[in-house]
Every structure is written in C-alpha cells, then in structure tokens.
C-alpha cells in the first residue's frame, strides 16, 4: 500500500511564509510527477505546481515569483515553500503523485488527505 502525508500548513499572516511536505511511503519503485493542488471554500480545486521526474517545473500564473516546489527523491517527499503569501491563497492544500511500485506496473496517481492554509489580512 502506498499512502501521501501532506504537512506543514496552518495559520499565517498576510506576508508570510509557509512551506508545506508532502511524503509518501510504503512500496514505492519510483514517483515521477508531483503537484500541489489547492481548494478554497465555494471554490473548485485548482493546479498550484507541478515537478516531473526530472525537476521541471510548472506554476499557477497567480502563484509565480512567490511559491517554490521542490522535491527530495531519496525521502520520496515534495515540498511546496510558500513566500509573500496573500489572504486568497487560504485553502486546504493537497499533493498528488503519480508512484510506480513495481518496475512491471504503470504509474498509478495518488493523493493525500490535504492541508488546510489560512492566511489572514
């Protein structure tokens, strides 16, 4: 079984910093992509970053020049560091990963149970 711990959220004046793990564990060949999504109340769930295998990235327009995503192959962990942030980045945070358990099988998507940011005016 594979699971996906998000952490690191929690309360956060406007300005502020936060930086978010996502670790994933059990039997795990290898994990290629890793994103972060992100869901606002009354809102739909919304692309926040994306990292592939080969650390490349990929941000949100509202998000560049702000938020950093990262990630650490040999802990199977992806970060989300998040500087400058803004009242309308509140939302419960969720990391995805696409993990192979075995070099036969095709990636399979996984994502954890979210995080809930809140940063106040």
């Known amino acids: 079984q594979v699971q996906l711990v998000e952490s690191g959220g929690g309360l956060v004046q406007a300005g502020g910093s936060l930086r978010l793990s996502c670790a994933a564990s059990?039997?795990?060949?290898?994990?290629?992509?890793m994103a972060w999504y992100r869901q606002a109340p009354g809102k739909e769930r919304e692309l926040v970053a994306v990292?592939?295998?080969?650390?490349?990235?990929n941000y949100a327009d509202s998000v560049k020049g702000r938020f950093t995503i990262s990630r650490d192959n040999a802990k199977n962990t992806a970060y989300l560091q998040m500087n400058s942030l803004k009242p309308e980045d509140t939302g419960v945070y969720y990391c995805?990963?696409?993990?192979?358990?075995?070099?036969?099988?095709?990636?399979?998507?996984?994502r954890g149970q979210g995080t809930q940011v809140t940063v106040s005016s």
């Open positions: 995805n990963a696409d993990i192979i358990r075995d070099v036969t099988l095709s990636p399979v998507r996984y």
């Open positions: 990292i592939t295998s080969d650390r490349s990235t």
């Open positions: 059990g039997t795990i060949f290898r994990i290629d992509t």
